[in-house]
């Protein structure tokens, strides 16, 4: 089978590797689509912590496909279910595991890191994978292109639920990427009153727009403080969700809010950046900083329920879709920051 395998940072080919052989309690899951994150791109160009120096490896870990076979013990699921997976498989001993927070595993596996990805034409699930709540069924009206961008968009979810995103808010977001664009349809799926998305980039922010914000500051063109306070009648909005790796708009994240606002620093910045935060801002107006990484299977069942169900337009998301011969070339359109989502698709895909 064709699969990108990453060899080393700065270098992935494309190559004919083995299918996987199915143990008695695995499934084998046709691929049919798997959409490039930023962590694919940091993994192609760094490397990562739990990938040893010359290890081969198929990355992508946004995936969905339909089942090809099943092992001789399994018996929920059949040849042909539609499905998709979470990425990060915990112990399932752990404090954090008991706790339903596989992510934050210490010793957690995952796809496309420890286990081979979704870039191939074959992807196995091991028996103690689905043991533990990582595989999916897709439901009805559901595309596998869907069902690949459901990954990013439950991590999303995860940080909404940090700071409680509810129908009496004033929801800031900034960046308008992918990301953005998922929390700008949770905060307006929560019931936001106003959703405010700020970017640099017209086209971004015109999908953002589309896709349900209330209000677009392009901050290549406005102040962005002075304009969140003139939207607000000077109060402030109640959340702010940093979706742009800039430690100069974390920092000034608290400039932004209302008293008792929350702040969820979605993205990550690197071990380097210490971005600099107005402790007297949060100690007199009382306002709550917050990160989150990743998602739990709880937040990917959830929003299948809320985005997968064919109810809501996704397709501003997916901006391109590539083949898998043409992995560089999608890796490139994902890095470049023009377009949205790109995704490998594979014959078949609906």
Same mark, same amino acid.
């Given at each position: 089978?064709?699969?990108?395998?990453?060899?080393?940072?700065?270098?992935?080919?494309?190559?004919?590797?083995?299918?996987?052989?199915?143990?008695?309690?695995?499934?084998?899951? $046709?691929?049919?689509?798997?959409?490039?994150?930023?962590?694919?791109? $940091?993994?192609?160009?760094?490397?990562?912590?739990?990938?040893?120096?010359? +290890?081969?490896?198929?990355?992508?870990?946004?995936? &969905? @496909?339909?089942?090809?076979?099943?092992?001789?013990?399994?018996?929920?699921?059949?040849?042909?279910?539609?499905?998709? #997976? =979470?990425?990060?498989?915990?112990?399932?001993?752990?404090?954090?595991?008991?706790?339903?927070?596989?992510?934050?595993?210490?010793?957690?596996?995952?796809?496309?890191? +420890?286990? %081979?990805?979704?870039?191939?034409?074959?992807?196995?699930?091991?028996?103690?994978?689905?043991?533990?709540?990582?595989?999916?069924?897709?439901?009805?009206?559901?595309?596998?292109?869907?069902?690949?961008?459901?990954?990013?968009?439950?991590?999303?979810?995860?940080?909404? $639920?940090?700071?409680?995103?509810?129908?009496?808010?004033?929801?800031?977001?900034?960046?308008? @990427?992918?990301?953005?664009?998922?929390? +700008?349809?949770?905060?307006?799926?929560? @019931?936001?009153?106003?959703?405010?998305?700020?970017?640099?980039?017209?086209?971004?922010?015109?999908?953002?727009?589309?896709?349900? &914000?209330?209000?677009?500051?392009?901050?290549?063109?406005?102040?962005?403080?002075?304009?969140?306070? $003139?939207? =607000?009648?000077?109060? @402030?909005?109640?959340?702010?969700? =940093?979706?742009?790796?800039?430690?100069?708009?974390?920092?000034?994240?608290?400039?932004?809010? &209302?008293?008792?606002?929350?702040?969820?620093?979605?993205?990550?910045?690197?071990?380097?950046?210490?971005?600099?935060?107005?402790?007297?801002?949060?100690?007199?107006?009382?306002?709550?900083?917050?990160? =989150? +990484?990743?998602?739990? %299977?709880?937040?990917?069942?959830?929003? #299948?329920?809320? #985005?997968?169900?064919?109810?809501?337009?996704?397709?501003?998301?997916?901006?391109?879709?590539?083949?898998?011969?043409?992995?560089?070339?999608?890796?490139?359109?994902?890095?470049?920051?023009?377009?949205?989502?790109?995704?490998?698709?594979?014959?078949?895909?609906?």
């Amino acid at each position: 089978m064709k699969a990108a395998v990453f060899l080393e940072p700065g270098r992935i080919e494309v190559q004919d590797i083995p299918i996987p052989e199915v143990g008695p309690d695995d499934v084998l899951v $046709r691929v049919r689509a798997a959409s490039i994150c930023g962590t694919d791109l $940091r993994i192609f160009k760094h490397g990562h912590f739990k990938l040893p120096a010359g +290890t081969p490896r198929v990355l992508g870990h946004e995936v &969905a @496909g339909e089942i090809a076979d099943v092992g001789s013990g399994v018996a929920d699921w059949l040849v042909g279910d539609r499905v998709s #997976l =979470t990425p990060n498989v915990g112990c399932g001993r752990c404090e954090m595991c008991r706790r339903g927070l596989n992510q934050m595993c210490p010793t957690y596996e995952a796809f496309g890191i +420890t286990l %081979n990805g979704g870039f191939e034409e074959y992807l196995l699930v091991p028996g103690w994978a689905i043991e533990r709540g990582n595989l999916f069924r897709l439901p009805d009206g559901a595309s596998f292109e869907v069902g690949a961008i459901m990954e990013p968009a439950s991590c999303c979810l995860h940080g909404q $639920r940090k700071v409680r995103v509810s129908s009496e808010d004033s929801v800031l977001v900034i960046g308008a @990427g992918p990301i953005g664009c998922f929390h +700008t349809l949770l905060a307006k799926r929560h @019931g936001a009153r106003q959703v405010i998305v700020a970017n640099r980039r017209q086209p971004r922010l015109d999908i953002a727009g589309r896709l349900g &914000a209330d209000e677009l500051v392009n901050v290549g063109e406005q102040d962005l403080r002075d304009e969140v306070m $003139r939207l =607000t009648d000077g109060r @402030g909005v109640d959340v702010v969700i =940093t979706s742009v790796s800039d430690r100069d708009v974390i920092a000034s994240a608290t400039d932004l809010l &209302a008293r008792l606002g929350r702040i969820n620093v979605f993205s990550g910045l690197g071990d380097a950046a210490r971005p600099p935060i107005d402790v007297n801002a949060l100690h007199y107006r009382e306002l709550v900083l917050t990160g =989150t +990484t990743g998602s739990s %299977n709880d937040d990917y069942r959830d929003v #299948l329920g809320m #985005l997968g169900t064919g109810d809501v337009d996704l397709s501003p998301i997916i901006s391109r879709r590539f083949v898998v011969d043409d992995i560089h070339a999608a890796m490139e359109h994902s890095a470049s920051g023009a377009g949205m989502k790109p995704v490998i698709v594979f014959e078949g895909t609906d």
